[in-house]
């Protein structure tokens, strides 16, 4: 795994994929940073960290598209499949690899906090700590998603739109659960919807089935992603 986590981490900062993607990560969260807490002087940042749903939806797709589209491209595949590597160990270096990527972008938010304690004093140190934690949890989980669609796809485009289309369906799901006249479904809609419960925690309500489910989205993609290069291995 470490080895696997090495070579991707280094792949994402030898080209521009991880520049571009913490680049623009950083300029929208600033902008929100500037126009609501330093222009009206707030210390509450769950606006900053709600707005970074959107962001995410569209970035993530982008850094997790090549993990497995690139090394079919590069005809690297079947050296990797056929390595004496466990495949959870492939697709986990992976994942963490993407994960390490985020966690730099996600570090603009220790600059904003240090700037909040500065001017104000102090800030919600609770919801703050919940809300980067749930942000965390929330990038693992698309990245998973991400990581299981390009395994499943040889092309890096097609990659990042089935990603983004999954991840914006899990979005959309509890918007029309309220639409929907039959009760058992509506509640499964809403179960199965990540805004939410993200925005639970943005709210500075730490809900551990929250934790949960999130949790358990991360690995059942990623168990899905090893089922899918299993099968590859043996056809």
Known sequence: MGAIFRRELKAYF?????????AVFYVYTATYFVNTNLYYGLTDMSYIFTSA????????????????TEERRQRTDQC???????????VMGK???????????MAIYGVYILV??????????????????ALLLLGAS????????????ENQVVAAILSFIIIMAFYLIDMLAGMVQVEWLSKVMAALGFYSRYAEFS????????????????????????RVLEKRRWS
Do not use: E
């Not at 030898?14 to 913490?22: D, E, L, M, Q, R």
């Not at 959107?54 to 850094?63: C, D, G, N, W």
């Not at 990797?80 to 492939?90: D, G, K, M, Q, R």
């Not at 698309?142 to 796809?153: D, K, N, V």
């Open 14 to 22: 030898t080209s521009p994929i991880a520049y571009i993607f913490i």
């Open 53 to 68: 749903f959107t962001i995410m939806m569209f970035l993530l797709p982008l850094l997790t598209m090549r993990l497995f």
């Open 95 to 105: 994942f963490l690899a993407s994960v390490c990527v985020f966690l730099c972008a």
């Open 80 to 90: 990797l499949l056929t390595a004496p590597v466990n495949l959870f160990s492939i």
């Open 142 to 153: 698309f990245i998973a998603i991400g990581t299981f669609i390009s395994a499943t796809t």
């Open 116 to 133: 909040l304690v500065s001017l104000a004093g102090s800030v919600a140190w609770a919801t703050v700590i919940g809300n980067l934690f």
């Open 203 to 226: 709210q500075g309500i730490f809900s551990i089935p929250n934790i949960v489910f999130f949790i358990s989205t991360i690995f059942i993609f990623n168990f899905l992603t090893v």
